[in-house]
């Protein structure tokens, strides 16, 4: 097995403890794969995904302020990852990542409606 066919494995296990709702799993399954890459737009994705779970830890402790800190942080990195990076619509999702934050402004109970989405598609776009 190649590098990339294990990042993409890596990938492909962490998006789906995402969608599980196993959030901070999926962001250490992301994370070695990330700490060994070159700066890349696809880096930049793959840090942006990391945020956005860790967003979703913050929301299962209702920490509101944590959510928007780090969807503030993915959608920067989102800004430098290329419009689609492993099958992902990055435009899409960065809406989406601004769309919870400005919910999560409420400081009241997380609603689970506004989770931004890491859908399944193809597993590299260059």
């Known amino acids: 097995m190649n590098a990339a066919e294990t990042e993409d494995d890596h990938w492909r296990h962490g998006r ?3 969608a599980a709702g196993e959030h901070w799993r999926a962001h250490e399954a992301w994370e070695a794969p990330w700490l060994r890459m070159a700066d890349s737009g696809e880096r930049s994705f793959l840090r942006a995904a990391i945020q956005v779970a860790a ?14 800190k780090n969807l503030g942080k ?10 689609r990076c492993r099958g992902i619509d990055t435009r899409a999702l960065a809406a989406a990542c601004d769309c919870c934050a400005r919910h999560a402004q409420s400081n009241g ?3 689970w409606r506004f989770k931004p989405a890491l859908p399944d ?6």
């Not at 967003?55 to 928007?68: L, P, S």
């Not at 598609?121 to 260059?126: D, L």
């Open 55 to 68: 967003a979703m830890v913050k929301a299962e402790q209702g920490n509101m302020a944590g959510v928007r």
């Open 109 to 111: 109970p997380f609603d």
């Open 16 to 18: 789906d403890l995402y």
């Open 74 to 83: 993915a959608l920067a990195n989102l800004a430098q990852a290329p419009e």
């Open 121 to 126: 598609g193809s597993s590299r776009s260059r």
